[in-house]
């Protein structure tokens, strides 16, 4: 499955893209349908080693990540923050109450959080700590908080 489609930079309104595109792909390339069904359908643990993987290989844009997790993205101002939320995220175990991630000026994602409900936040700060060793992390009761480069995934408990 090809993840070429996670790293497309994200278009700024207002904005013509002309980025030459292979058409082709649209209807032979099925690997964004393919990963949204498995983004969906994986354990907890699972999706987040796979999004641990996808900071890991690169810059994904924000708009296509919220977009195979869920539907209805809003954005909200706060503070000197622009933080796009999952309205409704598809998730087969409903594991995950809400997904936030916050971005820069450049439309870069900074930091995402994911609200998920205490029990699975135990089962994860043991196995992502044990299956990711090239990654820092920083747990409590509360959260855990996985630094990837100079971005952030962080977990936590409601």
Excluded: H
């Amino acid at each position: 499955m090809k993840k070429d489609f996670l790293y497309t930079k994200p278009y700024f309104p207002g904005i013509i893209d002309d980025t030459p595109v292979d058409l082709e792909s649209w209807f032979l390339d099925d690997s964004r349908e393919r990963m949204e069904e498995k983004l969906r359908n994986i354990s907890l643990n699972d999706l987040i080693i796979e999004l641990i993987n996808i900071f890991k290989d690169g810059d994904p844009n924000y708009q296509v990540l919220l977009g195979l997790l869920g539907e209805k993205v809003v954005k909200e101002a706060r503070e000197d923050k622009i933080v796009y939320c999952l309205g409704d995220i598809l998730r087969a175990d409903d594991d995950i109450k809400r997904i936030e991630i916050e971005i820069d000026e450049g439309l870069n994602i900074k930091k995402m959080n994911i609200f998920v409900i205490p029990a699975e936040l135990l089962v994860l700060q043991k196995e992502i700590t044990n299956l990711c060793v090239d990654i820092q992390t920083q747990k409590t009761s509360n959260y855990l908080s996985i630094s990837i480069k100079d971005k952030m995934i962080t977990l936590f408990s409601i």
